[in-house]
């Protein structure tokens, strides 16, 4: 007999079922790769050179790392690691840009690169950890295939400025973890001027891109009238009936919501003693879609429910969205993917492509800010089985394994060799920017909840 005392485990039923679907979609899908031709051959290979020669400096930054994680805003240490190594390399690094103490900006420039017209590319880190399980996200993975990736690069035009022609730039991004670091450094300048952006993730699979839900915070205030709950009940209006009605509202809401949609709520506050009517109540929430419109409807869905819990129960209400700046999915250009694809080829992995592993399976992350304001990609690299969860302890632990080794080096290449095939090839170019058209364009990221 289960003890009473406990928690009934979890089944794995579904997830056991989910991961059956996966295997059996690996067994038959394969990415189509790039058409494109990008750099010449010659190319890659000095590239693939200079980035291998610098893969035992990346697996120590990524294990140094991981032994001094900081939370998001406080990534100090980590910081200056990585804008250490730049400065080893010869290259200038300035830390504390667009707007965060801890976000890094250096560039390089190949030929032709303060010319109008040519291609100015970015390629990203993330380096901050999650409270008490560290890199449990990988970031410290992350934050070596951006940084040796610019760093084969920056070799690569030291070497031949003719090789990377325009300007490649690394940027240090803070704050990704339950924040949106990305959104402030964009408000604040960090890709004006730039065409494209690519960075890498640490997963369970090799896959060219995957399901990323668009986020946003909510904090919802109910305000009632205090008043003894056995004397006078009459004379109370109860802010924890308004919160329990909006918690119920949610319930009966999810029927109508999509599979990938997502709302969590916490009540933070809702009274201090059984004998009181609350006159407040508190509740903090994540509403979390795939599109940005599908994440604006259910927005107003919420809201909607939020004012009419506080009707029925005759309190008053405050509803405060977005703490912090929201984060959208991450729109991902196909055209750079199939480059991604074809460079891990080389490296001995076959990235899977979208729809493999369920999208149910999904997170946010801050990237998609970046991927609505200008071509990106944000395709993941596998680093532990494929059962080992993303903010995990396992995780972590994936995270300084010779296959995260293995995986910073390949990931610095990959990102690496498709900036030099955008930078290289103009047909490629062109068909990254028509493909962001396409879509819809730039949206107004700020203000476009308002």
Known sequence: MADPHLPVSPSRAYSDELAAMTARAIRTERHPGSDFMGAPAALHERLEHHVDAVG???????????AHPETAFEEVRSAGVLAESLRAHGIEATVGVHGLDTAIRAEIVGEGGDAEGAPTLAVLSEYDALPEIGHGCGHNVIAVMGLGAFLGLAALAREDPSAVPGRIVYLGTPAEEGHTGKEIMARHGAFDGIDAAVMAHGYGHDLAD???????????????????ASAQPFAGRNALDAATLLYQGIGLQRQQLPPTDRVHAIIREGGHRPSVIPDRAVLDLYVRSLAPATLKDLSQ????????AALMAGCGVEIEWDSHPPSLGVRTNEALTGRWVEAERRRGRDPLPRGVVPELLAASTDFGNVSYRLPGMHPLIRVSDPDVALHTREFAAASVSERAASAATDGAYGLAATLLDVAQDPELARAVRQEFEDAGGAIDVPHYFD
């Open 301 to 308: 869905r919420l809201d909607d429910i939020a004012r009419g």
């Open 210 to 228: 995957q399901a990323w839900l668009g986020r946003r915070t909510l904090t919802i205030t109910y305000h009632g009238a205090t008043a003894h």
């Open 56 to 66: 035992e400096e990346l697996v120590g930054i990524m294990r140094d790392l991981a």
